[in-house]
């Protein structure tokens, strides 16, 4: 009798990535290979075709002298259509059978992979309109290019819907660019961040010992209203009267821990390999100066701790600074409050003193961290808003670690653990969508461990 096989589809649209099933363990591996010959070949017969003639043309498939492969195709949108040049990817896919899984190579033709080529024109009258390349592992990292003034070009270099550049004026004429080489662009537009498409994944092996050792150990970890480890790893509480710490029972392993107690075991798992003991309470207490910007805020401040999670954060940052330097670190001085501008155009990508970045900016803000940065997490003290109050009152609550890495292929990876639980970098700005995250930098370590 045949085995029954799972037949898996492949849609690869123009700008829209591959969907897979839930049955396949995919793993993209890029070529990048050089396009300059492919495109010269198709000046005339895409480039400058006609819409008309476009319509319903097949996608055709093309080499260059290398030998890799190539696929040209159009798509149309309503005000404009597309012509893709991409490379040849291979993806491995484990396809289910109904004795065994066999595991397969695939050709697939997906935009925004490494040496993809997006040439855009303007439907009603065929003009070049933009011209959109990608050179990253990720597709939400990409320049683009634009018609300038006098026949000229400017360009601009996309992080996560973020400008990194933008405006840059390039003094070549705009159809050069549609047979140029990377080594081209980057002699012509020398201004622009071209590092942010390089990336060593082996400079991030603290960061990935630190997140094993979280993961293995986050089932042990139970939520707690105020329960926070001392220097000696035995958990106390921090504000009179809340409710005693309920100790697990010791033979489970488990450890009751607050928002506040979680962040701090973490940053004890990279303390006590130095000094011998945990971060001590007391020094994390005191309160820094802190921006009021009104007078209920201020009225406030006298009551509530506005800012107890930034200055957690920032001591916690700074006492794993003194750890490592073995001299006292203040957080004024430490050098561990993120506060880099690196992007253009955007109120919701600046740095606010006291406040952190929008958290819509995290995704950009950490890509270009985790090149400019390798192996630094960060501790996060989140500015929640109440909304309800006249004017609105802003509050540090929250804290929580974040990581950022490239993969082997130069796939960027965020992830974020509070309370307990690990999020997605995407699902945590989701969480606190209009809010604020104040980041402190650290440097991740393998010797690392948790109690």
Known sequence: MKNRVVVLCLLCALATPVTLSALVNPRLIPPGPP???????????????????LRGRKPESLQNQRGDFFQVRMEEDREVFHIAVIPQSKIEMDVYSTYEADTRLYDIYAVGVPGTWVFTRDAATGTMTAITCYFAGDDQVFLRFFPGADHKTTGELVVFGAHAARNVHIPVNFNRLYTATMTDLKNWAPQLPWHYFSFDSSRYSGVRQMVAVIQKNLPRVKPAVDS?????????????????????????????????????????????????????????????????????????????DLAFSLDWTRHLAAAIASAKTRRVVLPENSGCDVTVEPFVSSNRTLYLPHAGYHASALEPLLYVLALTEPDIFYLAAVREVDRSTTPEVGYFNSSAAVFSLFDEVGHFTGLVFEDGVEYTLRDFIEKYGEDHIFLSRVRASEYFFLR
């Open 228 to 304: 926070v480890p001392d220097e000696n790893g035995t958990l106390v509480p921090l504000f009179a009267g809340t409710p005693g710490v309920v100790p697990a029972a010791p033979a489970s392993g488990e450890i009751a821990l607050s928002n506040s107690g979680f962040v701090k075991w973490i940053a004890d798992g990279l303390a006590e390999p130095l000094t011998g003991s945990g971060i001590k309470v007391t020094a994390l207490l005191t309160r820094s100066e802190f921006r009021y910007l009104s007078r209920i805020t201020e009225k406030l401040a006298g009551i509530y």
């Open 35 to 53: 396009s300059e010959q492919v495109r010269e070949r198709c000046v005339q017969t895409w480039l400058a075709a006609p819409l008309t003639e």
